[in-house]
């Protein structure tokens, strides 16, 4: 679970989104151009497991599975909040927040 802002902070798969009215690389977007190899023009992007570094969750102390984030995703859930920036999402107060 994750904000609107941190959105853009994720990262993006080559493959194309099978369903076209909600894809980001279609060409009926504009996310992408014809003819365009993603696997060379999105090396930015690309997760590259030996240069990234997981943080730990600043709650639980388990490892991050997910690059520039500071939650772990149980947490984040538990608490409502963003799992990159601990933004508060949603109230909790009248939920029953587990992950079991």
Same mark, same amino acid.
């Given at each position: 679970?994750?904000? *609107?802002?941190?959105?853009? /902070?994720? +990262?993006?798969?080559?493959?194309?989104?099978?369903? %076209? #009215?909600?894809?980001?690389?279609?060409? *009926?977007?504009?996310?992408? /151009?014809? +003819?365009?190899?993603?696997?060379?023009?999105?090396? %930015? #992007?690309?997760?590259?497991?030996?240069?990234?570094?997981?943080?730990?969750?600043?709650?639980?102390?388990?490892?991050?599975?997910?690059?520039? #984030?500071?939650?772990?995703?149980?947490?984040?859930?538990?608490?409502?909040?963003?799992?990159?920036?601990?933004?508060?999402?949603?109230?909790?107060?009248?939920?029953?927040?587990?992950?079991?």
């Amino acid at each position: 679970m994750v904000c *609107e802002k941190c959105e853009k /902070k994720l +990262g993006k798969v080559v493959t194309p989104d099978v369903w %076209k #009215s909600g894809a980001r690389n279609t060409v *009926e977007g504009g996310g992408r /151009k014809v +003819g365009e190899n993603k696997a060379i023009s999105g090396n %930015k #992007s690309r997760f590259n497991p030996y240069t990234a570094k997981f943080e730990t969750c600043r709650i639980c102390r388990q490892k991050v599975h997910q690059v520039g #984030s500071h939650y772990c995703q149980a947490c984040a859930y538990k608490k409502g909040i963003c799992a990159m920036c601990g933004k508060k999402l949603i109230d909790i107060k009248n939920y029953k927040q587990s992950s079991a």
